[in-house]
């Protein structure tokens, strides 16, 4: 833990188990955020054609509850083996990556918009490359940890263009 000048206390993100915390807490803020914008079972979306590999809805909750567990255990991790000005470019990295990741829900479903949503997409898959890039640098287990993240949202993107193609 390091101590901040003048004998202040430590900050709670220098201890190891507070870098996870924090992480988590990241991540878990914007699950919520994009959550709150999903509602599969509105007329506008249940109208919506889809492609036949699309997965069940229930599918969706299962799949992204370990993947933001890979990105809070990556993000806790990485963060407390980056230093200075690099760990503030990897949190900057991941504060983004989580506002695109919430942000694409308010796009496609409160928006209405598959065309904002696939916009949305592909910027997240351009972080993910960065957020991934800037962990390895760091940390080389963590960035792997990111690659199913990493996956998932491009399927997300293959299929956000599949919709838009589907409801021209």
């Excluded at 229930?58 to 567990?69: D, R, S």
């Excluded at 230093?83 to 209405?112: H, K, Q």
């Excluded at 998932?152 to 299929?159: E, G, K, P, R």
Aim: aromatic share 10%; with cysteine.
């Amino acid at each position: 833990m390091r101590l901040t000048g003048g004998g202040s206390a430590p900050r709670p993100t220098d201890a190891p188990t507070g870098r996870y915390v924090t992480a988590a807490i990241a991540v878990a803020a914007a699950a919520a955020a994009g959550a709150a914008a999903v509602d599969p079972d509105t007329p506008w979306y249940r109208s919506l054609r889809k492609p036949a590999w699309q997965p069940p809805a229930w599918a969706f909750g299962v799949v992204w509850t370990p993947l933001y567990a890979s990105v809070a255990f990556a993000g806790g991790h990485a963060g407390g083996r980056a230093r200075g000005r690099e760990r503030r470019l990897l949190a900057a990295s991941l504060a983004v990556n989580l506002t695109l990741n919430a942000a694409w829900n308010w796009l496609f479903f409160r928006l209405r918009s598959p065309r904002a949503g696939l916009v949305g997409t592909v910027l997240l898959d351009l972080s993910n490359a960065e957020l991934i890039r800037r962990t390895a640098r760091t940390d080389p287990t963590a960035a792997r940890a990111l690659w199913p993240y990493a996956a998932w949202c491009a399927f997300a993107t293959a299929l956000n263009a599949s919709l838009v193609r589907l409801n021209r």
